[in-house]
């Protein structure tokens, strides 16, 4: 864990601001479902994560989302040419939803996600899938 200061924090004020992605992380959307699913397989592993009714993201490395083509059910954001995309970001102290919050707060020791194990989370969450709902009848 570093005491070193963040290269960026989320907003203090009371509004969400729009952050442009690509310029201090890239981002990985997925459903809630998904989400929570993948969150219990990376436990303490899982940086920032935004939530905002049905879906949620996480905040991995600037330049790491051209890395995720092929796996269903993700999205990845990042900065693609002349593409310029953005993410609405909740005030710090917004910790609850179902409004866009943090369900994972940023902090010292909860930033980046690694894009190649939540790569791997996501993917193995998505494969269950058809067991789980098969079990569920």
Known sequence: MSTNALPWTPPNGDDVELVQVGLY??????????????LKLLA??????IADYGLMYWLIPARH???WRG???VQALGARGAEVTYVGVPPAGW????RLHWRIPVGPDRYLTDAARL????VRVIAAEPAEEATAR
């Open 44 to 49: 303490d592993a899982s940086g920032a994560v």
């Open 71 to 73: 796996v269903q059910q």
């Open 119 to 122: 790569r791997a989370a996501l």
């Open 65 to 67: 989302a051209q890395d």
């Open 95 to 98: 910790t609850d939803g179902p």
């Open 25 to 38: 992380w890239d981002a990985v959307r997925t459903s809630a479902d998904i989400g929570e699913r993948a």
